[in-house]
């Protein structure tokens, strides 16, 4: 990921954290974890102490929040075509451009 990184959510811990993120991956949309390193070593989060920010390319950052948003409204639906889906994109079919 040589591209500029840009933020697309703020998770509240380390758990939160690799769902987001792995949910975005198995969009084909790669994401990585960066903050604080409370969570680490103490596991809390306390008034944004161990705040987890997910990271995607500029490319990526507008499916991304879609994606995202689906999800928080619970608007988020699989295709009936799911099984039908290539592998090389994530095995997610694309977003629906209606939506």
Sequence with gaps: MDQQLRRVF???????????RTFLEAAGIAAVERGESLRNTHGLTL???GAVEILVAEADVSRARSLLDAADKNTFRLSEDWDNT?????????????A
Excluded: K, M, R
């Design 10 to 20: 703020v998770a509240n811990g380390q758990v939160h954290a690799q769902q987001v």
């Design 47 to 49: 008034n944004g102490l």
């Design 86 to 98: 290539s592998a090389d994109d994530g095995g997610v079919p694309p977003q629906d451009s209606n």
